[in-house]
């Protein structure tokens, strides 16, 4: 068969692989968005709401989630016409303050019901910090896929670490003091614990947090009582960073790594 016979046939070769290719593409783009915002892991929801908060340094900008990156955040999905809600702002309020007093600085954030558009007075004069509007175009409840009173914990990279349902098997009710220490201690236990690893003998991956700076230290020694010192400082421009120890080379020997966040 000549060259010009097996045109056709190899064209529509690629055409076919294309078109896999394509489904494949598709198929994980809807899996990736199927994933529960509600699950361990997952990020936050993508929406931006006016912020009604006098109080806040962005009072009246409409931004999102991604504003709070970098730092423990709550998320409570409340509404201003609510006496419970109420109460829990001021429980918010307070516990911020206490994170705040022992050194552990967190964000506080609520998404206010459609419906509480009108009473946006009863949590302006019971918080400090940002209070956000839901509207019927942007509907964040449903991008969070919660109800009134639920509470969203996330990490510093914005992923879900704790998620309390109103009414659930765990009490979340902040005026009460059972409640008010199961959210204070999931928000302790949220940090994202930086890891390290050494993929060849010179390149190191750190999976952090974008915008830390990060000392990497290394060590020779097999013992427990390890030497280490100090490679370089590192601030990631991105979640994971790939890390080249050129010195590693040079000295010939097995090499330990950690890595000491630098505040």
């Not at 009863?122 to 009173?149: N, W």
């Amino acid at each position: 068969m000549s060259a010009a016979m097996q045109t056709p046939y190899s064209f529509v070769f690629t055409i076919k692989i294309f078109i896999l290719a394509m489904i494949f593409l598709m198929a994980n783009a809807i899996q990736a968005q199927t994933i529960s915002p509600r699950k361990i892991g997952s990020q936050w929801p993508s929406w931006e709401l006016i912020d009604f908060q006098p109080k806040s340094l962005k009072h009246n900008q409409t931004y999102g989630l991604d504003q709070f990156r970098g730092r423990v955040t709550l998320v409570a999905l409340l509404a201003t016409w609510c006496p419970y809600c109420q109460r829990q702002i001021e429980k918010m309020e307070q516990l911020q303050k206490e994170l705040s007093d022992n050194k552990f600085e967190v964000n506080f954030a609520v998404i206010n019901i459609q419906s509480g558009k009108d009473s946006q007075d009863e949590f302006i004069s019971r918080c400090s910090f940002p209070l956000f509007q839901d509207t019927k175009e942007i509907d964040a409840f449903s991008k969070h896929q919660g109800g009134k009173d639920d509470f969203y914990i996330y990490n510093e990279r914005g992923e879900l670490t704790d998620y309390f349902q109103f009414l659930d098997e765990r009490n979340s009710d902040l005026t009460d003091s059972i409640g008010y220490e199961n959210v204070k201690q999931a928000i302790l236990q949220s940090p994202y614990k930086t890891e390290i690893t050494v993929d060849t003998v010179i390149k190191i991956t750190i999976d952090g947090v974008q915008g830390r700076t990060y000392q990497i230290q290394f060590s020779e020694d097999l013992g427990q009582d390890k030497n280490w010192k100090n490679l370089k400082a590192v601030t990631l421009d991105a979640d994971q960073v790939e890390i080249i120890d050129t010195t590693a080379i040079q000295s010939r020997k097995q090499r330990f790594y950690r890595t000491v966040e630098i505040p």
